[in-house]
């Protein structure tokens, strides 16, 4: 039976474009397990209930029942997460959406900019600071665009830190996503 779809669901052109990454990293993975067991799961409707969450903003534990269980789903963003798979996504679609523009593949500028923001009650001391010439207490973040305002680099840090190290750590980001090897 299938399900009524959610605004924040994949197209199927949305999913053409992703799935082949999706499936490699699928048929890899198993490979390097010692079962071999390929799982159960659907991915693009664990790509789908991401989305879901991410623009619903609700918990884990709250996702509709006609998604994948909650611990599927965070379990392949956990993987996604720490493989780079979600970073190698990011970059692919950053490059057409630059040739689409007719743009080259790779930005010839970008750029950079700070802001602190106030930090939560719950979050641990030990990651904010105090911006003193703002006078905010809590993180920095720093994002590196492209002219297109597609983004290249983002950096989170303790407000305390000085906007020169946030500089440096996207820049570093930019060169890496520069001389690491294109999707195919």
Same mark, same amino acid.
């Given at each position: 039976?299938?399900?009524? @779809?959610?605004?924040?669901?994949? @197209? ?7 799935? /082949? ?8 993975? $198993?490979? !390097? ?34 998604? /994948? ?18 970073? !190698? ?17 790779? /930005? @010839?500028? $970008? ?12 979050? /641990? ?19 590196? $665009? ?8 983002? $950096?989170?840090?303790?407000? @305390? ?24």
């Amino acid at each position: 039976m299938e399900r009524e @779809s959610y605004p924040s669901d994949l @197209s199927d052109a949305q999913w053409a474009l992703i799935e /082949p990454m999706i499936t490699t990293w699928k048929q890899d993975r $198993v490979a !390097r397990s010692a079962t071999g067991d390929p799982g159960s799961c659907d991915l693009r409707e664990v790509v789908n209930a991401i989305f879901y969450q991410n623009r619903t903003g609700c918990q884990w534990r709250y996702l509709p029942h006609d998604l /994948p269980a909650w611990s599927a789903v965070f379990y392949y963003f956990t993987l996604w997460r720490q493989d780079g798979l979600d970073q !190698r996504i990011q970059e692919l679609l950053r490059c057409q959406a630059r040739e689409k523009a007719r743009r080259l593949e790779d /930005p @010839s500028l $970008v750029i950079l900019d700070t802001q602190s923001v106030r930090a939560a009650a719950g979050v /641990p001391k030990t990651t904010t600071g105090l911006d003193a010439n703002k006078k905010v207490s809590g993180r920095k973040r720093g994002l590196a $665009v492209d002219v297109l305002g597609l983004i290249v680099g983002v $950096v989170v840090l303790a407000a @305390s830190a000085h906007d020169n190290t946030a500089g440096t750590a996207l820049l570093d980001q930019c060169r890496r996503s520069r001389n690491s090897p294109r999707p195919a």
